[in-house]
């Protein structure tokens, strides 16, 4: 359990904490804050700070403003960075609006609705281990990102191939600082990419986590003169960032998706809920793959999938099952990349899931040799569907489905839509350097 408020008080004081930081996410998965002083702690501990909601992106409007924060004690942590002169410490809070109802365009209330149905289904956890990759770019004599790379390293690297491993290894440090449990760290796949794995946890600690592992790895990578970025596909010609979701649904203290005795080891609700995944993966692609720049990354030949499908041993399909057995059992959405708002991400798979849990959905067989190298009619003949090849048909098809449009809610669904139908808009009426290296000589 977490602290409370007198343990909260007592670690502040211990800890020379000077400023609050009052944290949340907006539609698009940017946290943003309101930092107070402590003489306005016991204001912010009574759920009685309010701020301005019309100007964060996919709030509400002007006339309708004021919304409430009310901070989460479980989620209080010092950052351990923050000067000596006098720390900064965190919650992360829950919106409300002014007469104490939940604010439905709060991206983590919204998990939490998602989870309720779950629980209404007899899961008591949710629990989520994921893999968020990212570059580190070196920045230039302004300050600012540049498109040079620190090392030369590959898969597993180390130095002095890999030069991140400084910067990764202080990014350890101050994550188990502040209580995460980290289970690897190394050099991924392309030069300047690497990956930390963090514990599982249940879905709302563990989107939670997402955050914070975000804010530490940039934070961290600016102390080393490096620019840490999560965008999906930085590069043209190298792997992109992926952050690969596994899932398993828990009652008490049992793993719901083993069955020792079933094919492969897994259970009927395994195979249900992978036979949900499938049946909406086209339509959840746009909340987990949110951005025009994500389906750069979704092509054959850098280890992405793009092809729906499940096996329990090859890497190219979407869902792949882990060997791991026992409490380990889980299902892997390898399509997720790190630019997905993580409290959306698990609303819309969760709900795809309990869907296939809760129509007996049957799974289609698994795909166990490499679809890269199938061409389209053999695709076509085991059941294999394409991924959205762009934003503006992940959008079409998101509308389409009612369990990923429910699974957000009406307020996040519609500003959802708004603001990324406004950046494909954006991106389509661009003209980019490819196209004048192609066509003003040519034409």
């Excluded at 904490?17 to 107070?36: P, S, Y």
């Excluded at 890999?162 to 209580?179: A, F």
């Excluded at 960032?241 to 005795?261: A, R």
């Excluded at 099952?321 to 409490?327: K, Q, T």
Aim: some cysteine; aromatic content about 10%; charged content about 30%.
């Amino acid at each position: 359990m977490g602290l409370t408020k007198e343990e909260i008080k007592q670690r502040i004081k211990e800890e020379n904490v000077k400023f609050i930081r009052l944290q949340f996410t907006d539609l698009l998965g940017t946290i943003k804050n309101v930092e107070i002083p402590l003489g306005q702690l016991d204001k912010a501990l009574d759920n009685q700070m309010v701020f301005d909601g019309s100007s964060i992106e996919g709030f509400v409007r002007i006339e309708e403003s004021d919304m409430k924060l009310y901070p989460d004690l479980d989620t209080f942590v010092v950052f351990p960075w923050t000067s000596e002169k006098g720390k900064v410490a965190r919650f992360i809070c829950d919106i409300y609006n002014t007469d104490g109802t939940p604010f439905e365009g709060c991206p983590r209330y919204n998990l939490k609705r998602n989870l309720k149905r779950a629980e209404d289904l007899g899961f008591t956890a949710f629990n989520i281990g994921t893999e968020p990759e990212f570059f580190l770019f070196k920045l230039d004599e302004k300050g600012e990102p540049s498109l040079e790379l620190n090392d030369k390293g590959g898969y597993f690297d180390l130095a002095p191939t890999d030069l991140g491993e400084n910067c990764r290894r202080d990014i350890v440090l101050e994550l188990e600082e502040m209580g995460f449990e980290i289970e690897a760290s190394h050099h991924e796949v392309a030069p300047g990419q690497h990956e930390i794995d963090f514990k599982y946890s249940d879905a709302v600690k563990h989107a939670d986590d997402i955050q914070t592992f975000k804010l530490v790895v940039k934070t961290i990578a600016r102390k080393h003169g490096l620019h840490a970025t999560f965008m999906p596909k930085p590069l043209f010609g190298v792997n992109g960032s992926g952050m690969h979701c596994n899932m398993s649904l828990f009652k008490g203290k049992t793993n719901t998706f083993l069955d020792e005795n079933g094919s492969l080891e897994l259970s009927e609700t395994a195979y249900q809920f992978i036979a949900g995944i499938i049946k909406h993966a086209l339509s959840f692609t746009a909340v987990t793959n949110p951005t025009v720049n994500s389906y750069k990354r979704l092509v054959p030949g850098y280890e992405a999938p793009c092809y729906v499908a499940w096996s329990g041993s090859n890497r190219s399909p979407l869902i792949r099952v882990p060997a791991s057995r026992g409490l380990s059992t889980r299902v892997e959405v390898r399509s997720v990349d790190p630019a997905a708002n993580p409290y959306l991400a698990l609303s819309v798979l969760l709900a795809s899931g309990l869907d296939g849990i809760e129509n007996k959905l049957e799974a289609p067989k698994a795909v166990d040799r490499n679809i890269y190298v199938m061409d389209k009619e053999e695709r076509e003949a085991n059941g294999v569907r394409d991924l959205p090849a762009t934003l503006a048909d992940a959008l079409d098809e998101l509308r389409k489905d009612e369990t990923v449009v429910e699974a957000l809610g009406e307020h996040l669904f519609e500003h959802f839509i708004e603001s990324k139908e406004i950046e494909w808009d954006m991106f389509r009426t661009q003209v980019h350097p490819w196209e004048r290296e192609q066509y003003i000589q040519t034409y």
